[in-house]
């Protein structure tokens, strides 16, 4: 548990303006974000396992993989980290756990979703969700199990495409009176559904999920806070640049039998920038603690 992290990220949520909190999935990427100077960080679902694993997002990945690596991030950062929690993985009994184990990890916050089980990629088709009885109840533990009261939990709901936005409003306002700390309404895509459910929302942040496979589904920062917003993540922009750069390393190794054209472009980071970024004068100099008091 990082009391003071967590502290920072509540102290943030009573400041003014958006919280920006691109997505990571890995450890440099992580400290990419913080040596930028980003407040906040965020750890996703689909990009940890796609990067974790080479699965899709259909459920298959547990508790202990996406923990695990939200412990590793979270060592990597002085800022706080947001992690994706899915449906809390089980019932009430395994949402006290969850929540246990990503404070003691060091995170911040997680979100938990309605979807049923096993569930899905928010943005994949067929995605069904639990009676929002049972998500609240799953919210309202999951407020109790924390040990720390700046441990932020944000409901999310998936409803949008099975219910409409009445529906989205109605969970969202029933998520905050079971105790969220904010909540996500997922899915919504069109700007007219989103200020219509932001201005619905009662007394509660409102977290924006922006994901980049299409331009029609990504809005800046000051459209988001203009809409209502609070807190807007970025959760596959770092997976999907990734791949689409990796393609073009690999392919072009396979076509020239060398990487020394993508070198003469300057398309790779120097040794000492990638060194400073990973800490590797820190670690190799170490024995320099043992001369301190």
Not at 44 to 53: A, D, E, I, K, Q
Not at 140 to 153: G, H, L, S, Y
Request: glycine share 8%.
């Amino acid at each position: 548990m990082d009391v003071k992290k967590n502290a920072r990220l509540r102290e943030r949520m009573e400041k003014p303006g958006l919280i920006v909190a691109p997505g990571c999935h890995d450890g440099v990427g992580a400290r990419i974000i913080q040596k930028l100077g980003f407040e906040v960080c965020y750890m996703g679902g689909n990009g940890t396992m796609s990067s974790y694993l080479g699965k899709p997002d259909i459920g298959l990945g547990t508790a202990t993989e996406m923990i695990t690596r939200a412990r590793y991030l979270a060592e990597c950062l002085d800022i706080p980290l947001i992690c994706d929690a899915d449906t809390g993985y089980g019932n009430l009994n395994n949402v006290w756990r969850t929540v246990r184990d990503y404070e003691a990890a060091g995170v911040s916050g997680i979100h938990i979703e309605d979807q049923t089980m096993p569930k899905k990629c928010g943005a994949m088709e067929g995605v069904s969700v639990v009676p929002a009885e049972e998500i609240c109840d799953k919210i309202a533990i999951a407020v109790k199990a924390r040990r720390d009261p700046n441990f932020m939990i944000i409901a999310r709901t998936d409803c949008f495409r099975a219910m409409g936005t009445d529906e989205v409003i109605r969970r969202c306002n029933m998520m905050a009176d079971a105790g969220a700390d904010m909540v996500m309404p997922e899915n919504l895509i069109e700007r007219e559904d989103m200020e219509k459910v932001t201005a619905g929302i009662q007394n509660c942040p409102i977290l924006a999920d922006v994901c980049e496979f299409t331009t029609h589904q990504i809005y800046s920062d000051e459209e988001l806070l203009a809409m209502g917003y609070k807190l807007v993540i970025h959760p596959l922009a770092s997976v999907l640049f990734e791949a689409r750069a990796l393609t073009q390393l690999y392919s072009y190794y396979k076509e020239h039998g060398t990487t020394l054209g993508l070198a003469e472009q300057g398309l790779f980071m120097p040794r000492q920038e990638y060194q400073d970024l990973v800490g590797y004068s820190w670690e190799m100099g170490i024995r320099e603690l043992l001369k301190k008091d």
